[in-house]
């Protein structure tokens, strides 16, 4: 892979996974034995169970690795390769991506229970509801993004809904400054307590209603929602810069992937790019 330009300060095996040669990858992928779902159902289903974010943010670093290494499953980067290499068939092309992609370790998002799904291509239960986005939408959202008119440089970008943190993760290693909301109280602590071990220096973790953007951070290169409104939100068109782009989810039971790109003060360009499915995005903190 290349066009690998940033790294984790942190390795994967520094992380809390066993080194790469005392790893089963095959074991790891017959583990694997959840089938893509929607993310609506995947949190409906998991609804109820809830994250002990508390206890995980007190605990320090070196426990939290720890705690992952003995309760998650041997995960060795050739199992996120193989990932990778299954977003790259199912047609992302941009290299900085996928090379992204492959440098962050999205077990480590997750709780140890489903980790040795991690690499699968799905949406899985992050807790209150919610779920941690397709490893291929994620990457495709962010392609989508960094086809600007500045040949993918984003000094400043914004996410709407953090969830556990992943995909702040990967839009870390592609952009300058990654700014993300959480409307969910729990779940922007446990992104805070995701993101921490790794010593990601460029992610600032906001708590509040995304719907109305961070004028204070406004304008931004590229915007991604991680959740599916009716529309996108005014507010958001308004904080882009001139040539900045917007990647969002739009609709309800069917929803659109649309690409929304500001091309003058008044002026904004719509594209509907392919059928996609997020949870909703909801007014409001909770
Ligand atoms: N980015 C995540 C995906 C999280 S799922 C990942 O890396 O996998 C979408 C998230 O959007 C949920 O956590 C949900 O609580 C949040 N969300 C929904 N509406 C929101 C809003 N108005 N402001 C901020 N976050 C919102």
Not at 125 to 136: D, N, V, W
Not at 260 to 270: A, D, H, K, L
């Amino acid at each position: 892979m290349t066009g690998k330009d940033k790294r984790f300060p942190l390795s994967l095996a520094s992380l809390g996974t066993r080194s790469p040669r005392a790893i089963d990858d095959r074991n790891a992928v017959r583990r694997s034995v959840a089938t893509p779902q929607t993310a609506t159902r995947n949190a409906a289903s998991h609804g109820e169970r809830e994250i002990p974010v508390t206890a995980r943010e007190r605990a320090p670093a070196q426990t939290i690795s720890n705690d992952r290494e003995r309760d998650a499953p041997m995960i060795s980067p050739a199992v996120r390769r193989a990932m990778v290499e299954r977003v790259a068939r199912q047609g992302v092309q941009d290299q900085k991506v996928l090379a992204a992609l492959d440098a962050v370790p999205r077990h480590l998002f997750m709780e140890p229970g489903l980790a040795s799904q991690a690499y699968i291509d799905a949406s899985l239960p992050i807790g209150y509801h919610q779920t941690i986005s397709q490893p291929y939408i994620v990457a495709r959202m962010i392609e989508v993004m960094r086809a600007n008119r500045h040949g993918g440089v984003m000094k400043r970008v914004l996410e709407i809904g953090t969830g556990c943190g992943y995909q702040a993760a990967v839009l870390a290693q592609v952009s300058g400054d990654v700014y993300s909301i959480e409307r969910i109280k729990p779940l922007h602590e446990l992104a805070r307590a995701n993101l921490r071990p790794m010593r990601v220096a460029n992610i600032r973790l906001h708590y509040g209603d995304g719907m109305l953007g961070l004028p204070q951070a406004a304008p931004f290169d590229g915007i991604i929602l991680a959740a599916a409104g009716m529309e996108v939100p005014p507010a958001l068109l308004e904080q882009l810069t001139i040539g900045g782009r917007l990647v969002a989810p739009v609709g309800g039971r069917h929803q659109m992937l649309q690409l929304i790109e500001r091309v003058g003060s008044t002026e904004w360009m719509t594209t509907t790019l392919e059928d996609c499915h997020f949870v909703p995005l909801r007014a409001g903190t909770i």
